[in-house]
Structure formats: structure tokens, C-alpha cells
């Protein structure tokens, strides 16, 4: 049975604990919902507490939440060089987040499942990423459809998300997911998940001033020959993007690096990644070398630049994306 669970605890009794609040009556309120303190980080598959950018969940019906987000004015990687703007990534992040919250919060998946992210899509208004002097609190307003269920619980759904600042609409998303058992996803990675393996040796990386990105360990390509093909460098030190020891590339290095690769082909530092279309064809393992394309798109939107990226590995697309670029004078 759904449970309309607000409070958290510090263990896996608070899938088991529901907890009765008010909730807000209308979409964009944010009177009710909490941005006093970062919920546990393990209902979002996070290590580092600094990484947990959500702070509290609001149950309106069995498949209606609101999420409550606060983005920092500065983070130690998504971050832009102009320090006017929030980094448009911290939506993508955000989203990830409250996916797995609502997951296991409310729908009881347990927190061993293994997640699977199949389409992502979300985007943001130049407007909601303006800095004005404090952290942004942010409301993402949930909507799940196509809810899937076997007799061990939900296996995955549809999620649509609006994002909220200050009661205005500043962007929002849609993710479809799947999750399965730590046996199965054993059986569907051949045993891979048993051990962490070295990643393919790390190439070059592309020179940081031409995607705005002061450390060299923040860039996640290398170059290669053909001009607008470049490598996959999987850092697995990096204490953002590899938060936590996996098997497979995450999702996020992935969705970095399409935007990395979209600011190259623009061939302007400071462009902004406003809407992204991420489809996840399967596991983008970590000891085989990925090849990242772009290519020419239309934008979804009008004055915008269009990029679609596309990665391969071992001769067969991975993933691909499409990104609207804003190009900041």
C-alpha cells in the first residue's frame, strides 16, 4: 500500500514508518513543502552528504509528490564559469534524485533494487537559472504513469516532473525507469556487479577553457582524430560524478558529456545546455573505450543551437542525446 511518508529516519525503518502531513493545495506552493535540511543520502544512492540536494517530500495522492530541492549558489562541479547562472545540470541531478526518493519513500522498492534509467528529458528556463543573491529552492511536482507491478513490488514507471521556483514555472521533465533485483541485474550484467573493473586508460583531455571547465579532471572527453569524435574519459577518482563505487558509467557522466561534446561543436564555452533529450540503449561499461559523435540537429527551440550526440561502444550505440544550446552573450 502507498504510504503518504514525509518524515525520514536514518535507516531503512522509514520505509515501514509512514508518516501523515498536510500538503500543499495547489502546484508552485512551496509554503508547506521543507527546505530546512537534506534527506538521507541513501534514499538517493549518494556517499557524500554535500551531493544530496533534496530536502523533503510531500504525498497529494497515490501518484501525485512534491519534491522539495535547494541548489546551491556554488558546487564543486556543476558550476559555471559565469557565476550569474545556476549550472542548468543541477535539474538533471535534481530529477535523479527525487526519482529514486519517491521510489523507495513511498513505492517500497527496496534500497538494494538496481535502478535503470531507459529515457530521460528535462529542460529550464534561462530565467530559473538566474543567481539573485541566495540558494534556489526548488519544487518539482510529480506525476507517475504506467506504473509497472509484480507480485514483489513496482519495477518501474513514467515519471512526469514540472520545476518550480518561487511559485513560477521555470522548467520540468520526464523519466521512464525500470528496477530489478540485486539477482537478476547479477544475471543481466554476467557478474560484473561482483567487482568494480578498471576503466580504460584515460586519454587527454580536451583543453578546459573551450568548455569552461577550470580543472582538468572536471573533462570528461578526449580528443580524436575526425574532428568531431571524441573519447569517453571514465575517472572513476572523481568525487561527484563517482560519487560511490560502480559497475557501469553512470547516467550523469554520460549526460556531462554530451554537454561537454554540445559546447565543442558550438564552439562557445559559455553555452547552456536549456533542454535535453537522453535515451539509454544499455550499460556503458567502464573497461571498454566509448566513442562520442555529434552531429547536426534542429532545435526544439527557436535562436537555440542543436547538437545530437551519440555513443558507441564496442561497435554498437549505447546511447544517444539531443541537446538545445543557448548561446549567453
Known amino acids: 500500500m502507498l504510504k503518504p511518508a514525509t518524515a525520514f529516519m536514518s535507516d531503512s525503518r522509514l520505509l515501514r514508518t509512514p ?3 498536510e500538503f500543499p493545495a495547489a502546484v508552485g506552493e512551496t509554503g508547506q513543502v521543507l527546505f530546512d535540511q537534506t534527506i538521507p543520502r ?9 551531493e544530496v540536494f533534496l530536502t523533503d517530500l510531500r504525498v497529494t495522492d497515490e501518484t501525485t509528490f512534491q519534491v522539495g530541492a535547494q541548489w546551491p549558489r556554488d558546487h564543486s562541479f556543476y558550476r559555471l564559469r559565469r557565476t550569474d547562472r545556476h549550472d542548468p545540470m543541477l535539474l538533471a541531478e535534481t530529477i535523479r534524485q527525487a526519482v529514486l526518493l519517491i521510489a523507495h519513500q513511498v513505492f517500497e522498492v527496496p534500497l538494494d533494487w538496481k535502478f535503470v534509467s531507459l529515457e530521460k528529458t528535462w529542460g529550464v528556463t534561462p530565467e530559473g537559472l538566474e543567481m539573485d543573491g541566495r540558494p534556489a529552492n526548488i519544487l518539482l511536482s510529480m506525476t507517475c504513469h504506467d506504473i509497472k507491478r509484480t507480485k514483489r513490488g513496482v519495477t518501474g514507471m513514467r515519471v512526469e516532473i514540472g520545476c518550480y521556483r518561487d511559485g513560477v514555472r ?23 556487479d561482483t ?19 577550470e580543472r582538468p579532471r572536471d573533462v ?12 569517453l574519459r571514465v575517472d572513476q577518482t572523481h568525487p561527484v560524478l563517482f560519487d560511490h563505487p560502480v559497475d557501469h558509467v553512470p547516467g550523469m557522466v554520460l549526460m ?32 571498454a573505450p566509448t566513442v562520442v559523435t555529434a552531429l547536426p540537429a534542429p532545435p526544439a527551440i527557436r535562436g537555440n543551437r542543436g547538437v545530437r550526440v551519440v555513443f558507441d561502444q564496442d561497435g554498437s550505440t549505447v546511447a544517444t542525446s539531443v541537446l538545445d544550446m543557448m548561446v549567453v552573450c
Request: charged share 15%; glycine share 12%.
Open 220 to 231: 570528461v572527453l578526449s580528443a580524436m582524430p575526425g574532428g568531431h569524435t571524441w573519447q
Open 170 to 192: 521555470i522548467g520540468g521533465g520526464e523519466l521512464r525507469w525500470s528496477c530489478v533485483s540485486p539477482a537478476t541485474y547479477s544475471r543481466l550484467r554476467g557478474g560484473k
Open 256 to 287: 556531462e558529456a554530451a554537454r561537454q561534446v554540445a559546447q565543442l561543436t558550438v564552439g562557445e564555452p559559455d553555452s547552456l545546455p536549456v533542454r535535453c533529450c537522453f535515451t539509454f540503449d544499455r550499460y556503458v561499461e567502464l573497461d
Open 195 to 213: 567487482q568494480v573493473p578498471a576503466a580504460s586508460a584515460l586519454g587527454v583531455p580536451v583543453s578546459g577553457y573551450l568548455i569552461g571547465r
Open 42 to 50: 541513501h534514499l538517493v544512492h549518494r556517499a557524500a552528504v554535500s
Open 19 to 21: 508518516q501523515v502531513a
